[in-house]
């Protein structure tokens, strides 16, 4: 279990507590967390700003496990599923759940994990007649727009939701049709090299 791994696991520690958190029925036990009113116009419950805390550290843990996993030669086909998991977990169980408690749309995890399940049947049928394909640009694009749009929801988008400027939405969005983008683009790369 090297260092990379441990970061990995970490993250998905950190998706389980923030999906068990937020899908807790606190008021069932006479548990209720602060809210405050921002700019005099946004409602704010405490209980979103400490997800988003913790989802800012789960996200640069993604960065750091690949990072380290690549300069100190640690990749391994364990760590590239475990983490696949952890971010399926982290980011598609939270789309869920803010669907749910009406903070997005509801077509939006379901076209992400359409997508999802679609390029892994990809990807997994492609292994098995021995062509890697590697991920593509769109999907690190649109990953970077994810977690920036999911943290603004978190935040209430704020200061954005001050100015009337839904920049939460719009980087969810942006994420959102990337996928789609990133998820041809796999298609089309895997069937090429599966002509070679």
């Given at each position: 279990?090297?260092?990379?791994?441990?970061?990995?696991?970490?993250?998905?520690?950190?998706?389980?507590?923030?999906?068990?958190?937020?899908?807790t029925?606190?008021?069932d036990?006479?548990i209720?967390f602060?809210?405050?009113?921002?700019?005099?116009?946004?409602?704010?419950d405490?209980?979103?700003l400490?997800?988003?805390?913790i989802f800012?550290?789960?996200?640069?843990?993604?960065?750091?496990?690949?990072?380290i996993?690549?300069?100190?030669?640690?990749?391994?086909?364990?760590?590239a599923c475990?983490?696949?998991?952890?971010?399926?977990?982290?980011?598609?169980?939270?789309?869920?759940?803010l669907?749910?408690?009406?903070?997005?749309?509801?077509?939006?995890p379901?076209i992400i994990?359409?997508?999802?399940?679609?390029?892994d049947?990809?990807?997994?049928?492609?292994?098995?007649?021995?062509?890697?394909?590697?991920?593509?640009?769109?999907g690190?694009?649109?990953?970077?727009?994810?977690m920036?749009?999911?943290?603004?929801?978190l935040?209430?988008?704020?200061?954005f939701e001050?100015?009337?400027?839904?920049?939460d939405?719009?980087?969810?969005?942006?994420?959102?049709?990337?996928?789609?983008?990133?998820?041809v683009t796999?298609?089309?790369?895997i069937?090429?090299n599966?002509?070679?």
């Amino acid at each position: 279990m090297n260092l990379a791994n441990r970061l990995t696991i970490s993250r998905i520690i950190m998706a389980i507590f923030i999906m068990v958190f937020l899908l807790t029925p606190w008021n069932d036990f006479n548990i209720s967390f602060p809210q405050f009113i921002a700019g005099g116009k946004v409602l704010i419950d405490i209980k979103y700003l400490i997800v988003g805390v913790i989802f800012i550290i789960a996200s640069i843990t993604d960065y750091f496990d690949g990072r380290i996993a690549r300069s100190n030669n640690m990749i391994t086909d364990f760590g590239a599923c475990l983490d696949a998991i952890a971010d399926k977990i982290l980011v598609n169980g939270l789309l869920i759940i803010l669907a749910y408690q009406g903070f997005i749309s509801e077509v939006i995890p379901v076209i992400i994990i359409s997508r999802d399940i679609i390029v892994d049947a990809l990807k997994t049928l492609s292994a098995s007649k021995g062509v890697v394909v590697k991920a593509n640009i769109w999907g690190k694009i649109k990953t970077i727009f994810m977690m920036l749009g999911i943290t603004l929801v978190l935040f209430y988008n704020m200061p954005f939701e001050l100015w009337n400027i839904k920049l939460d939405y719009i980087f969810v969005d942006i994420a959102t049709v990337l996928s789609i983008v990133s998820g041809v683009t796999y298609y089309f790369d895997i069937t090429k090299n599966a002509k070679k």
